[in-house]
């Protein structure tokens, strides 16, 4: 894109003037309380919460499950991207509107929907209590749960790199006598790993935060099945603002290092693309 | 698509084919239909009662209250910030670009407490509030700047990449021409923005009105006064009220239709796909 330089039109001061005064006063100065907050512990004191072996636990089920989730939506959030871009068979555009379905339903509701299907008499949980299998109230739940959520964001990401895939590159490697799945797995994977890994990065971002997808099927006991979101809720239900406070650092400072590391994984994956 | 060379065996295709719409299916067709299902398994007339409740009904009308109130104010921040950015270059555009995108980034948890503490009863503002008789936490104004908090960068970030690709030539050629700033804004930006923008608005509504985790924490939970759609079907479920919770949900799972139906009509009058939020940041920022 051709960088100009429009000095010749107005409405900059008045623009930026309600864009900084809008962004302070939403965003930059509520963020900044909740850090003066935790400033005023004193060190000792927020290790000493943010540290505690319930928030641990928590700390490790939240980015365990939501790394799981992840891993399986980038496998099967490709294969999707790849079936839509690739194929055409009947049904094709529903598969396609469906896959929007979790960015738009409001997160309780998808957490209701989730519970009700899996507890033993729902559709799919009654099966799965037939086998002995127990989904509702456990880990595994939460990684579903964070699956339907992050479903959409590894196959929009993949599907219009995928798309815009040059023919010649695939006819060329065919041509110089490489078999189908040599020229998948080193010709077209590389050119779209950037983008799998950019929406891993998103579907895990997402998951580490959730909440309202999560509390329905979670179960909710310490130690066990509590995500961090949850634990700050009930920290703030009991009025401990400091526990409250000390968890919310360390997620505020997790989610940022994540949202850098998506930016560069963007910029990463558009050079890659236009290199190609 | 079928030269032989850029296609697989059949066999292949039909298991990659298989695997897709079993994984889109379970995930998401089949929760879908079980929210459908339980909605009506207790009949049309229960259904029907689960709405027309008083405290469903003042559910309903806060929702649309706080969208009604928050849109609009993210819909003036996003114009204004996507014409300063998308139209001016300047030291800090960057930084300026990932701070409109930290709300995308912070758990709605965080976001709802983040007023609390300013606003609650122990915090920053708190006492100051109390002496003027003043409510924000456990009332419509905490409801509100936690929505607005948690849809800040929608229309923005719809409208950046939207008028970055559009360019400034038709706004100089105005501006040459005579057109005060007013006249240039309503009768050659707007025309050129108006689907991106009404885009950006739709999304923005879509996450007001269904938003959970933030609303949670400032609400206070109290029937009939503070308890948005979202939160009533939370309650409803708690009080094993399985048939109207869901019922009461089915009315959000219309607002998710609704948006996508919106966003394919938006699409056909726009020459791009348009992307949801979180892949728009990535593909165009």
């Known amino acids: ?276 | 698509m079928t030269s032989e060379t850029r296609t697989e065996p059949r066999w292949v295709r039909s298991l990659l084919g298989g695997i897709a719409v079993v994984f889109v299916g379970l995930f998401v067709a089949v929760p879908v239909a079980t929210i459908l299902h339980q909605a009506f398994s207790k009949g049309l007339d229960t259904y029907v009662a689960a709405i027309q409740d008083p405290a469903a009904e003042a559910a309903i009308r806060l929702t649309l209250t706080v969208a009604l109130i928050a849109v609009p104010l993210n819909l003036v921040f996003g114009v204004a910030a996507s014409w300063a950015i998308a139209r001016f270059r300047f030291r800090g555009r960057a930084l300026l670009l990932t701070l409109i995108d930290l709300p995308f980034a912070v758990s709605p948890v965080i976001s709802g407490m983040i007023f609390v503490l300013l606003f609650g009863l122990h915090g920053v503002l708190g006492p100051w509030l109390r002496a003027h008789d003043l409510q924000v936490i456990f009332a419509l104004p905490g409801i509100v700047l936690a929505t607005i908090f948690v849809t800040f960068p929608y229309v923005a970030r719809e409208l950046i990449p939207l008028m970055e690709a559009q360019g400034g030539e038709e706004e100089e050629a105005a501006v040459v021409l005579g057109a005060s700033g007013w006249q240039m804004f309503r009768w050659v930006t707007l025309p050129k923005i108006r689907w991106g923008l009404l885009y950006g608005v739709i999304l923005c509504n879509a996450r007001a009105m269904g938003e959970f985790g933030a609303v949670s924490v400032v609400s206070g939970h109290i029937r009939g006064r503070t308890n948005t759609v979202p939160l009533h079907v939370e309650i409803l479920y708690n009080e094993y009220n399985y048939a109207a919770a869901f019922a009461v949900a089915s009315l959000l799972l219309v607002l998710a239709f609704g948006t996508l139906i919106a966003r394919r009509i938006v699409e056909r009058h726009t020459a791009d796909a348009m992307p949801l939020p979180p892949a728009a940041r990535v593909e165009k920022s």
């Open chain 1, 1 to 276: 894109m051709a960088r100009r330089y429009h000095s010749a039109l107005p409405g900059f001061g008045l623009a930026m003037g309600w864009t900084v005064t809008w962004l302070s006063l939403i965003v930059l100065i509520p963020l900044a309380t909740l850090v003066w907050k935790s400033g005023s512990l004193g060190w000792d004191r927020f290790w000493e919460l943010a540290s505690s072996p319930r928030a641990v636990a928590s700390y490790k089920l939240t980015f365990g499950a939501a790394f799981l989730a992840a891993t399986i939506n980038a496998v099967f959030g490709t294969i999707v991207a790849w079936v839509l871009v690739r194929y055409r068979f009947p049904g094709r555009s529903v598969i396609d509107a469906l896959v929007d379905i979790p960015f738009a339903l409001p997160t309780a509701v998808s957490g209701l929907a989730l519970t009700a299907l899996l507890a033993p008499n729902g559709w799919i949980g009654g099966l799965l209590h037939d086998l002995g299998i127990q989904v509702v109230f456990t880990r595994a739940g939460i990684v579903l749960a964070l699956v339907f959520i992050g479903l959409p964001f590894v196959v929009r990401t993949v599907q219009p790199v995928l798309a815009e895939l040059e023919p010649e590159l695939e006819e060329a490697a065919a041509v110089l006598g490489a078999t189908r799945w040599q020229t998948v797995t080193r010709v077209i994977l590389p050119v779209v790993a950037p983008s799998i890994l950019t929406g891993f990065a998103l579907a895990f971002a997402r998951a580490v935060g959730e909440y309202g997808s999560v509390v329905f099927i979670a179960g909710n006991r310490p130690m066990e099945t509590e995500i961090t979101p949850l634990l700050i809720m009930t920290r703030l239900e009991n009025y401990d603002y400091a526990g409250a406070t000390a968890l919310a650092l360390v997620m505020l400072v997790a989610s940022f290092a994540m949202l850098l590391a998506i930016n560069a994984l963007g910029g990463w994956s558009r050079r890659r693309a236009e290199a190609t």
